[in-house]
């Protein structure tokens, strides 16, 4: 009986070691971490525009993610904590109507069939939209062929694309992104489920989310 005693007892001080540590790690990273959300005018073939970089400076080097696509492989072993301070620079560009230089395209890379059809008649996209897909990709990297497939939102009510110049339709998507934004960051965890597609706008071709609004 004591040895067990003296087992839990040592168990339980190791994990509360290893609980301290790595408070500890994330709490250096975080003061050693600086996040940046970058501007850049940018060419794909033809056309000009402009794309939302992330950028990650480390003490010992700096990630980025590209130009031409959506790859945040090296960000999504982020902690929740800091992944939220992004979303909150990335939030920011709420009214940007900027174009963006890469079209309107299927960046869902999970390779799920019959997920993503049919496809949009929009072929470009504003630095706002960009903004909030860069949120779904970094948050829920997982559900883009079921939730968000292309870049492109859809009147539920009248099941037609919304276009750049809707402007209150993309307003109305931003305070759904924001709600859920201020509800996380109190929480500090986000949660599993992809929670956006819940009100008349949704990602076109995704399908409704599990959450409801409130």
């Known amino acids: 009986m004591k040895n067990i005693k003296t087992i839990v007892l040592t168990f339980f001080i190791s994990t509360f070691i290893f609980s301290v540590g790595t408070s500890q790690e994330t709490s250096s990273l975080l003061k050693n971490t600086d996040i940046c959300i970058e501007k850049r005018e940018c060419q794909y073939r033809m056309e000009r525009g402009y794309k939302l970089i992330l950028c990650l400076k480390l003490e010992d080097k ?8 959506y790859f945040l492989t090296d960000f999504l072993n982020l902690s929740d904590s800091l992944k939220l301070q992004i979303v909150g620079k990335l939030l920011l560009f709420r009214g940007d109507t900027s174009i963006v230089c890469i079209p309107v395209s299927n960046y869902g890379y999970e390779g799920y069939e019959n997920t993503c059809n049919p496809n949009p008649k929009s072929k470009k ?9 860069l ?10 062929s079921f939730y968000y ?3 492109v939102l859809m009147d539920t009510i009248t099941e037609n694309e919304v276009t750049t110049e809707n402007y209150l339709a993309i307003e109305n998507i931003y305070e759904v992104y924001e709600r859920w934004y201020d509800t996380v960051k ?3 965890l986000i949660e ?7 009100g ?10 599990k959450a409801s609004e409130k």
Not at 125 to 133: H, M
Not at 200 to 209: A, D, E, L, P, T
């Open 200 to 209: 008349r706008y949704v990602w076109f071709g995704g399908m409704k989310s």
């Open 135 to 144: 949120i779904n990709k970094l948050c829920f990297p997982h559900s883009a």
């Open 62 to 69: 700096t990630i980025m993610t590209g130009q031409s696509n």
């Open 125 to 133: 996209f504003p630095v706002q939209l960009d903004a909030l897909y």
């Open 186 to 188: 109190r929480n500090g």
């Open 149 to 151: 497939c292309y870049p």
């Open 192 to 198: 599993k489920e992809f929670p956006f597609n819940i």
